[in-house]
């Protein structure tokens, strides 16, 4: 598979099929995606990834705190700025607005919100389960690699014919995370990864969202 299809076909999937994947498989993508870009080669990235009955024991513990109202401290960093501006926010709505229309669940419908959003955390049934730390200690620019290393993942899963969701929902719910995987504290829950074989006839899979053109982001210095 070229680079190109690779980012092309890549889309965040919300509904797996229950086939398995190897730990081979897994094994490989990581080992592969590890040699991403580091600024002075630090590899700050650390990476939790579940399979089978602990990826099961994961997802119910979270769902079980969620039932109890146990929201813990929250994340431990934002996912979205404080404030919004206008073409940021347009963005934001227009993908939920398509996601829950293609979902079937009309605005304002709180109870189909929660429920689609709690499939977050069985990775939306997805076999294999990943956490992405980074140390604490760590500054922006190690962030900006852990960034770097997670598109890698999905990238390379590509090359395997299997599909990804990226989810900073986990971070919420990093208190639970950090208990049924033994994180450390010197380590913040940056985001989950759900990966394995899509289910291409499901309806929520067919989004694909828009992006903006070039000229709406580049500028060209050539004098």
């Known amino acids: 598979m070229r680079v190109s299809e690779a980012i092309n076909t890549r889309r965040s999937m919300r509904v797996f099929k229950p086939d398995p994947v190897s730990k081979a498989d897994v094994e490989w993508i990581v080992t592969t995606a590890n040699r991403a870009a580091s600024n002075g080669n630090l590899q ?122 990226p989810q900073a929902a986990f971070s919420r719910y990093q208190h639970v995370v950090r208990r049924e995987l033994k994180i450390p504290d010197d380590q913040i829950v940056i985001c989950g990864l759900a990966l394995g074989h899509a289910d291409p006839d499901a309806v929520p899979n067919c989004l694909i969202t828009e992006r903006a053109s070039i000229q709406d982001f580049t500028t060209w210095h050539s004098e």
Not at 59 to 78: F, N, T, V, W
Not at 102 to 123: E, H, I, S, T, W
């Open 44 to 165: 700050p990235w650390k990476l939790h990834i579940t399979m089978g009955a602990a990826r099961q024991r994961l997802s119910a513990a979270i769902l079980k705190a969620m039932d109890e109202g146990d929201a813990g401290p929250g994340g431990e960093y934002d996912v979205y700025p404080k404030e919004f501006t206008p073409v940021y926010d347009q963005r934001r709505k227009l993908v939920g607005k398509q996601l829950y229309t293609l979902l079937g669940v009309p605005r304002g419908d709180a109870a189909g919100m929660l429920k689609q959003f709690r499939k977050n955390f069985d990775f939306f049934d997805a076999p294999v389960g990943m956490i992405l730390c980074v140390e604490r200690r760590m500054g922006g620019g190690q962030w900006i690699d852990c960034g770097i290393f997670l598109d890698q993942l999905m990238l390379l899963a590509r090359e395997k014919g299997l599909h990804t969701c």
